[in-house]
């Protein structure tokens, strides 16, 4: 069962939201403008390392940088377009 915490907004998830694993540790935080991710997203490997950080506009993934569990970059993009 996960655990998170909404401001809902007209039946859309609107502001800051954070996802929980079981073990009570964060999974993902991010932001929601009218139903879409926006802006930071930060996700967490389980033992809370940094799993990946990015940015998104208007529900669309600008940029991305993934880690292992150990914290080392094994990936990184962005969307040259922005």
């Known amino acids: ?9 007209n039946d859309l998830k609107d502001g800051p939201h954070t996802e929980y694993f079981k073990n009570g540790t964060i999974k993902e935080e991010c932001n ?3 139903g879409l991710k926006e802006g ?31 914290g080392k970059v094994i990936y990184h993009a962005y969307d040259k377009s922005k």
């Open 1 to 9: 069962m996960k655990k998170t915490k909404e401001n809902p907004k």
């Open 32 to 34: 929601y403008k009218g």
């Open 40 to 70: 930071l997203y930060i996700r967490y490997h389980k033992n809370g390392e940094l799993k990946e950080e990015g940015g998104y506009h208007y529900g669309k993934r600008a940029a991305i940088v993934k880690y292992n569990d150990k």
